[in-house]
Nanobody, 119 residues
Framework: QVQLVESGGGLVQAGDSLRLSCAASGRPLSMYAMAWFRQAPGKEREFVSS????????YYADTVKGRFTISRNIARNQVYLQMNNLKPEDTAVYYCSVHQVGASDYNLWGQGTQVTVSS
């Protein structure tokens, strides 16, 4: 059984920073990429950022580009999301996800961590 556990969410003010972490544990994973998605109340889940496990290429949604930074620790099977200059519109539940090698899309999901940004 594979588990993805997110941490680091919280309540902050606009302009503040937060660092989210996601740890993958369980049976050996063959990861193609890890990513962060988010879902705000009443909205669909949206892509935030991803990182290729091999090579480390990173991708960002336009809404977070320049403010968020994704990184990974291969030895620990962890991915991080450094979020700076947070805005109220960043308020959402943030989900960690894994795209395993051979899968057609992101196929493993964490339970999510709440990020709330007050104005």
């Amino acid at each position: 059984q594979v588990q993805l556990v997110e941490s680091g969410g919280g309540l902050v003010q606009a302009g503040d920073s937060l660092r989210l972490s996601c740890a993958a544990s369980g049976r050996p994973l063959s990861m193609y990429a890890m990513a962060w998605f988010r879902q705000a109340p009443g909205k669909e889940r949206e892509f935030v950022s991803s990182i290729r496990w091999s090579g480390g290429a990173t991708y960002y949604a336009d809404t977070v580009k320049g403010r968020f930074t994704i990184s990974r620790n291969i030895a620990r099977n962890q991915v991080y999301l450094q979020m700076n200059n947070l805005k109220p519109e960043d308020t959402a539940v943030y989900y960690c996800s894994v795209h395993q090698v051979g899968a057609s899309d992101y196929n493993l999901w964490g339970q999510g961590t709440q990020v709330t940004v007050s104005s």
